[in-house]
């Protein structure tokens, strides 16, 4: 079974920066989707950014274009949230989504939080 690992959140300033990544491990073929979604207390979980192994293509929400980046080190089975000008609306618990097909497989959550 695919399993999903998130690191990299922290405490950081406004304005500052931090890189998530989420590991895939476990038997998988290489036409799989990573999204990051993210979930605030007492909001709905988004969806920030999505990566395709398949042909590379990726998404953005509007409310983190051109701050944040997605990057996938295929020899690492990594996905990297690379996340630039954090803002206070930022802070959330972020989790990688794993999908193929009709198989999705969720990771664990890490916390991300922004001081003003």
């Known amino acids: 079974d695919v399993q999903l690992v998130e690191s990299g959140g922290g405490l950081v300033q406004a304005g500052g920066s931090l890189r998530l990544s989420c590991t895939v491990s476990?038997?998988?073929?290489?036409?799989?989707?990573i999204t990051w979604f993210r979930q605030a207390p007492g909001k709905e979980r988004e969806g920030v950014s999505c990566?395709?192994?398949?042909?590379?293509?990726?998404y953005y929400a509007d409310s983190v274009k051109g701050r944040f980046t997605i990057s996938s080190d295929n020899a690492k089975n990594t996905v990297y949230l690379q996340m630039h000008i954090l803002k206070p609306e930022d802070t959330a618990v972020y989790y990688c989504?794993?999908?193929?097909?009709?198989?999705?497989?969720w990771g664990q959550g890490t916390l991300v939080t922004v001081s003003s």
């Open positions: 989504n794993y999908k193929i097909a009709s198989v999705e497989v």
């Open positions: 990566i395709s192994r398949s042909d590379g293509s990726t």
């Open positions: 476990g038997f998988t073929f290489d036409d799989y989707a």
